[in-house]
């Protein structure tokens, strides 16, 4: 049983994660710069993908893999541009473990190449003293499969690594 003192901080923390896993919502603008949205051309395709991120640790002190599920929607921004600009967080728990960060990236639409940057801090959740951590998140757009997916990965300043793929197929 944990002290009073370390059961009202996780509580605390479960909460938060509540509400920010509730609002994680990632999203990427899109200009078509003529007719609308389109799977076909340069533009980005608007609509909402829900992917799952999966990584393992590395050095693996545990054999279970760490996942977060995260939604994306694509949407209009300013005329004259095909790049998707995106900003997010990510929140998810992984063995007694809270980890909490900030997205920014671009989805290169004309390339269908996405690159994004994590910084975030994760901490014990009986404990809960923030350590940095910093990574990428690498992927494609797959038109004729209507999926984003690729590679990520983050540190802290142990050099522990958790890498691993991530999919957002295009939800209907």
Do not use: K
């Not at 760490?66 to 541009?81: D, H, I, K, N």
Request: net charge negative.
């Amino acid at each position: 049983m944990l002290p009073l003192g370390a059961e009202t901080q996780r509580s605390r923390l479960r909460g938060v994660v509540a509400m920010l896993s509730a609002s994680t919502m990632f999203t990427l603008c899109w200009n078509a710069g003529g007719s609308g949205p389109s799977m076909d051309g340069p533009e980005c395709p608007a609509g909402a993908y829900l992917g799952d991120f999966t990584c393992m640790v590395d050095p693996a002190f545990n054999t279970s893999a760490a996942t977060a599920q995260v939604a994306l929607t694509l949407t209009e921004a300013a005329p004259g541009f095909a790049n998707a600009v995106a900003d997010m967080g990510l929140v998810f728990e992984w063995d007694g473990y809270l980890f909490a960060a900030d997205i920014t990236g671009q989805l290169d639409c004309a390339a269908n190449v996405f690159h994004a940057d994590i910084n975030g801090t994760f901490g014990p959740l009986v404990a809960p003293i923030p350590i940095p951590f910093s990574g990428v998140i690498e992927g494609e757009l797959d038109r004729a499969a209507r999926l984003l997916s690729g590679t990520w990965s983050f540190a802290g300043p142990s050099g522990v690594v958790c890498a691993g793929t991530w999919e957002a197929p295009r939800q209907p």
